[in-house]
């Protein structure tokens, strides 16, 4: 076969999500890749200027369609920041909660996405299973399963109900046993080393140079979690390990996620003991009524109390569960933000895509891109 | 790293092109410099301060003139910094920071198509998120959304 | 039951039918109608309709066990809701399949886009035609049926490349070359692992193979050849973690990208039907067919259909065991499929003649003891 030019997407099963990855082969060589972004282009930075500070929460939730609370608290965090409001401890300890719950249902619809690429059936709807639980959990407080619209400028909506506690240590008690059947069912496989190991290798330098970072760079040996290395909520608070890995290749990305999740379990173990013993509230009092009320007033008028901010810019920087995520809020002393940036972690691990996928095999494809973990929600916007 | 170390370290390499460093919350700095110090200062930074990762390249229009805003990391000093020009807005470009880092380069993509800034010697800049032959420019301020009152919301409820 | 054979029971269904439309006929029609040759012609439609309602039935069956079982598998219950526990749920798809339109892309190659499903479908269903289910269910003695079957078998991958070139889709072609590459890689040890069967029972008649294994199964003493068999089985109906052909992660859905409708139920049901003979071949050819151990109480096996209802069975667990594997395990890459293919199956597939051999010459085995019925 002479060389051609396909198409992998924007329908196709391996994107998980709405992008074209245009992909030259020779035969089963993989030549040259180029995505093709932008099908999920909706805006949302722009959105977000035309919309009041608690109003771009409901789009953060559309940012990531697998990740809805980290965004939030990414957002939250830069706007807080813009605007000069500190959140109580409770509310604080609550966001970590949401984001490692997140974290965790992230990485297990990773894990049910990516073993479906390398033709595993069955922990697919495992990992969903384990997942459900988790938004379970989410429904019980938030009141949702995707679109959570939690947190808000100066602290989160509502407390915890009744019996939270256990019913989230009931399933961090599930999960970790689970874990090990997922390390089974795939490290325990011969084949799986033959399609995983020294597959899509990013190295170190690599990963740095093209702007790579969380699991993938992780997977590289780097040890930068930005929650160890600049903790911002509280988690200098609570104890974890970071996950590294070495081999920067598919099966390292496995371990680190892997390991990631049994860190979440053990920051989750220490963040809902600490909620059970500190009550308190969960919205900081300098916040204005109309703007950190449980229900955010409906219609225009919660916006002609002109109050006026001081001017700032806002950066937050989290460790999503994709990598390192970025949001920079400029405040002109509106109601609405000047100007929103993200910078999605996603974005960045797709633009190397040429470096980790030439030379590799067209079935090589969808394992690697799987081990990215692609949410086209983030990445465009 | 300080506000001031980083003036100290920077202003010799730039001389004019260097507007001055002011502080920023939760990074080493914000440095403002003239786009004809650009690529100097990406390689100062780069190689001389050690910020080896490029988070995000992004474009703010504030109507009279664009600024362009670059946040960079670096592992060894664990901090952020941004780098941040102003354009005028009828003649915006600036030099592609993507030969010094690669991960620029989407990011340099998105900002031209969304602020309308151009980056000289970018080596592809293409459309990225919206449609090839797209003309418009959505986050600068002139591309209006529709305002709120033109809608004619008509509710079951009422 | 052994009197009662397929043919005989067409026959005998032909023969009441016309003479009882006879006996209300006048004269000349009704002997006419009565004759012989005519008789006969219609016992052999029967037996064809016979069995193709069968392979039909028994495909969809296939369809549903294996639905339930990866059900099971993943910790959900498969179909559930049309008919008792979803046994009509595929009946249901196939009706949708059969009212879809067929789209036929505009590059396409009508000749072979239409012949290659229908070409695919059709010696699927020659090769049930071959096989003997039990005693009494077979289509007469064929002295060379292996053969035979194994060479209708081996159509496959021309017509999957035929129709996969002629749909104009790069992932078609892509998922017709691998599989014409797989099926081919692995129809050398496939062969060899039967000729080893062969050896030991010294005839290329299924039925006659089936009674040679009176005695003891040949699962046993041809074990390395069942490895070879089962595996090359798994590359023939190219279930996973040997379904590169149809890759869906990477290839959409291989060489049947392009189909839909009652075309894409072809392929579907062709598949199941080479699956369905690839199960069926392993019980006639290593589990003992329709026969079960002396051992087992007379009760169990002198009841009216014994040896279908035991074949069946054991086919749907060897099935099963196809599940079980497409279940649990991933999906190899096709460099290493066809490594493992040249590399290991071959020789191994030589090992298991040369054993069958050694256990010809010998005539004894330490484990199995000495078998005075062995020898061609």
């Not at chain 1, 977000?48 to 990740?67: F, G, K, P, Q, W």
């Not at chain 1, 595993?120 to 459900?132: A, E, H, V």
């Not at chain 3, 010696?123 to 289910?133: K, N, Q, R, V, W």
């Amino acid at each position: 076969m002479s060389e051609m030019w396909i198409n992998m997407g924007p329908q196709h099963p391996m994107t998980h999500g709405l992008w074209n990855l245009r992909v030259r082969i020779d035969g089963e060589t993989v030549l040259d890749v180029d995505p093709e972004m932008g099908y999920l282009h909706r805006g949302i930075e722009k959105i977000s200027e035309d919309r009041h500070y608690n109003e771009v929460i409901t789009l953060m939730d559309r940012t990531c369609y697998v990740a809805g609370l980290a965004w939030e608290h990414l957002y939250i965090i830069a706007a807080e920041k813009a605007l000069r409001i500190q959140p109580p401890e409770r509310a604080d300890y609550l966001r970590m909660m949401c984001e490692e719950f997140q974290r965790i249902g992230s990485h297990l619809m990773w894990y049910a996405a990516f073993v479906q690429d390398i033709g595993l059936m069955s922990p697919f709807l495992y990992g969903m299973r384990d997942r459900d639980l988790v938004l379970d959990l989410f429904q019980s407080y938030t009141g949702a399963r995707m679109t959570y619209e939690y947190m808000r400028v100066g602290g989160v909506r509502n407390d915890l109900p009744p019996g939270f506690t256990d019913q989230a240590r009931k399933v961090l008690d599930w999960l970790v046993p689970r874990f090990k059947e997922y390390d089974q069912l795939c490290l325990g496989s011969d084949i799986f080393h033959k399609r995983c190991d020294h597959l899509g290798v990013l190295s170190a330098s690599d990963c740095i140079r093209h702007g790579v970072t969380g699991p993938m760079l992780r997977s590289a040996g780097v040890k930068r979690d930005l929650r160890k290395n600049r903790p911002y909520s509280l988690y200098k608070e609570v104890d974890f390990d970071v996950a590294v890995a070495d081999g920067a290749d598919v099966t390292a990305r496995y371990l680190v996620r892997m390991e990631e999740m049994r860190q979440s379990v053990r920051i989750l173990r220490q963040v809902v003991d600490w909620l059970d013993a500190h009550p308190g509230p969960v919205m900081a009092e300098t916040v204005p009524r109309w703007m950190g009320a449980p229900y955010a007033p409906v219609g225009r008028e919660g916006y002609l109390l002109k109050r006026q901010y001081p001017k700032g810019v806002g950066f937050s920087s989290i460790e999503e569960p994709h990598g390192e995520a970025q949001a920079y809020v400029v405040n002109e002393g509106g109601e609405h933000p000047y100007r929103v940036k993200f910078r999605s972690p996603v974005f960045a691990n797709l633009s190397a895509a040429r470096t980790y996928l030439v030379g590799y095999h067209v079935a090589d494809i969808p394992p690697i891109m799987g081990s990215v973990d692609v949410c086209v929600g983030e990445c465009d916007r | 790293m300080q506000p001031a170390d980083l003036e100290r370290a920077l202003a010799p390499k730039l001389g004019a092109g260097l507007i001055g460093v002011e502080p920023f919350e939760g990074m080493a700095g914000r440095v403002r410099f003239h786009r004809e110090a650009a690529l100097d200062l990406f390689r100062t930074v780069r190689e001389d301060l050690g910020f080896a990762h490029l988070s995000m390249v992004g474009g703010i229009d504030w109507v009279t003139h664009r600024e362009v805003f670059y946040v960079v990391w670096s592992d060894d000093a664990n901090q952020y910094l941004v780098l941040s020009t102003d354009l005028p807005a009828e003649d915006a470009h600036v030099e592609s920071a993507s030969g010094v880092w690669p991960s620029a380069n989407w990011h340099e993509r998105e900002t031209w198509e969304m602020v309308d800034v151009t980056f000289d010697h970018h080596p592809d800049l293409r459309h990225l998120l919206v449609p090839d032959g797209y003309v418009f420019h959505p986050l600068l301020r002139s591309f209006k959304l529709h305002e709120p009152e033109e809608l004619e919301v008509k509710s079951r409820h009422v | 039951m052994s009197n009662v054979t397929l043919y005989s029971v067409s026959y005998l269904l032909s023969d009441t039918v016309l003479r009882a439309i006879g006996s209300v006929l006048p004269r000349p029609l009704s002997a006419w109608i009565t004759n012989a040759d005519l008789i006969t012609g219609i016992a052999v439609l029967v037996f064809g309709a016979l069995l193709l309602a069968a392979s039909m039935l028994n495909t969809i069956v296939l369809i549903w066990w294996e639905r339930k079982l990866l059900g099971r598998f993943m910790d959900r219950r498969g179909a559930m809701h049309v008919g008792y526990a979803g046994l009509l749920q595929n009946f249901a798809d196939g009706f949708k399949l059969f009212r879809k339109t067929t789209v036929q892309p505009r590059d396409a190659d009508s000749l072979g886009f239409y012949t290659g499903p229908t070409a695919y479908m059709v010696t699927s269903m020659i090769l049930f035609g071959i096989l003997p289910i039990s005693s009494g269910w077979n289509s007469g003695v064929l002295p060379l049926s292996l053969l035979l079957a194994l060479a209708v078998f081996s159509f496959a991958p021309l017509f999957i490349f035929v129709s996969a070139w002629s749909s104009n889709n790069k992932y078609s072609l892509m998922g017709g070359m691998r599989s014409a590459a797989q099926m081919i890689a692995y129809e050398v040890p496939l062969l060899l692992a039967v000729v080893a069967v062969v050896i030991v029972a010294g005839s290329f008649d299924l039925t006659t193979i089936v009674y040679e294994q009176q005695n003891y199964w040949f699962w046993g003493p041809l074990v390395v050849a069942l490895v070879v068999f089962f595996a090359g089985m798994l590359a023939e109906m190219e279930r996973i973690p040997f379904d590169l052909p149809e890759a869906e992660a990477e290839l959409v859905e291989g060489w049947n990208t392009e189909y839909g409708g009652m075309l894409f139920a072809f392929f579907m049901l062709a598949d199941y039907l080479r699956a369905l003979v690839g199960s069926i071949l392993v019980v006639l050819l290593f589990l003992g067919g329709w026969t079960l151990p002396t051992w087992v109480p007379a009760a169990l096996t002198s009841f009216p259909l014994a040896g279908i209802v035991w074949f069946m069975v054991k086919t749907y667990i060897v099935f099963g065991v196809f599940v079980w594997i497409r279940a649990s395990l991933p999906r190899v890459r096709t460099d290493q499929l066809l490594r493992v293919g040249w590399n290991r199956m071959i020789p191994l597939s030589l090992l298991s003649v040369f054993l069958a051999a050694l256990l010809v010459t010998v005539k004894c085995l330490p484990v199995f003891g000495c078998v005075p019925s062995l020898g061609v």
